[in-house]
């Protein structure tokens, strides 16, 4: 994609991303695509950076922390820490009235019934008996779409839950093949979904590039499936803003930060694992102006041929726990 042709996108998908500030909290808030919900700028990504904090005596303090400072996109999945992210989140609730968009993500072996299992795991998990947002959780190869798509696959699962109002609204994660995501959001109904975004543009260090010769965006997701979710109206969340902290050094934090939200997401989800950064991440939100298109444009440059095929090697072996 072209700088202009780029820039023009980016601006007229932001603008009509509409941006409402809460009155108590000073939380942007943006809607989730065609859901219609208000969620907030910045998401609470509930899976190992949350889980770093031990026990439920340390993480639950952090998760209300975040929640008192406006964050209400809750992010957990059925795999993080094999369950005792989303117990974490029924924990909480069971002293908390629930006033957070909950979201979670379903793996498995991708057949139907395996779905069933999981999500009545994650029920009992969360202590509620329904959650407002249910992805299909890291999308790998084509392979892995061909069951979830298949027959008696975990689509057909997500359709009947959605149907069957356990999920409010469906959708699909991936942070390792844009061109797969692509195929999945253009072939099926999705309500939502949450891509990799990030200045390093996961997806676009193909096996032929040279030290230097990369070309940038040309492949990542930010070119390839983002277009697609916009067209579709789907809600869409960024995640590895950090690149699980391998673009620290890169860029100042909160210009990574901002590089995701000044994309037309709706949220950009992260783990904060100390109290610190949530402070720090929820200030970055609030305070939050769109980079301009030079800087849009810059940042990735930053980020070398051999560190964006570094990043994109690392997150095709990436396991979300």
């Known amino acids: 994609m072209s700088i202009s042709r780029r820039s023009f996108l980016t601006t007229a998908a932001l603008a009509a991303l509409a941006t409402e500030i809460d009155a108590q909290t000073g939380m942007p808030m943006r809607t989730l695509g065609r859901t219609g919900e208000k969620v907030s700028l910045l998401a609470f990504g509930a899976g190992s950076r949350w889980l770093a904090y031990k026990t439920p005596d340390k993480g639950l303090p952090a998760l209300d922390r975040a929640l008192k400072a406006g964050v209400t996109y809750v992010d957990s999945a ?8 989303e117990q974490w989140v029924g924990e909480y609730l069971k002293s908390h ?22 999500v009545d795991r994650s029920l009992k998990n969360f202590g509620v008996s329904q959650v407002d947002l249910m992805h299909i959780h890291a ?15 975990q689509l057909k699962a997500m359709y009947q839950l959605r149907e069957q109002k356990v999920a409010r609204f469906i959708g699909i994660t991936c942070h390792q093949n844009p061109q797969v995501l692509k195929a999945a959001l ?3 109904d999705f309500d939502s979904t949450q891509m990799a975004l990030n200045i390093a543009q996961i997806g676009n260090a193909a096996p032929s ?6 070309q940038t965006g040309a492949s990542g997701f930010e070119s390839v499936a983002m277009p697609v979710a916009l067209k579709k109206k789907m809600g869409l969340t960024a995640m590895k803003v950090f690149a699980q902290e391998k673009l620290l050094g890169k ?25 610190e950064h949530i402070d720090f991440n929820t200030n970055v939100a609030k305070n939050f102006k769109p980079l301009s298109s030079e800087e849009m ?7 070398s041929a051999q560190m964006r095929a570094s990043i994109d090697h690392f997150f095709a072996d990436h396991v979300d726990c």
């Open 97 to 118: 009235k629930k006033n957070f968009f909950l979201v979670t993500k379903i793996g498995g072996d991708r057949s139907f019934d395996d779905t069933m299992r999981i």
């Open 139 to 153: 999308l790998g190869n084509e392979d892995d779409l061909a069951k979830i798509e298949g027959p008696n696959g």
């Open 209 to 214: 590039d040279k030290a230097g010769q990369g």
């Open 297 to 303: 444009n810059s940042l990735p440059k930053s980020v």
């Open 251 to 275: 860029a100042a934090p909160e210009m990574l930060l901002r590089y995701a939200m000044s994309l037309p997401v709706t949220a950009t989800t992260v783990g904060m694992p100390q109290l």
């Open 78 to 85: 059925a795999s993080y820490g094999d369950g005792q992210s």
């Open 186 to 188: 253009e072939h099926n």
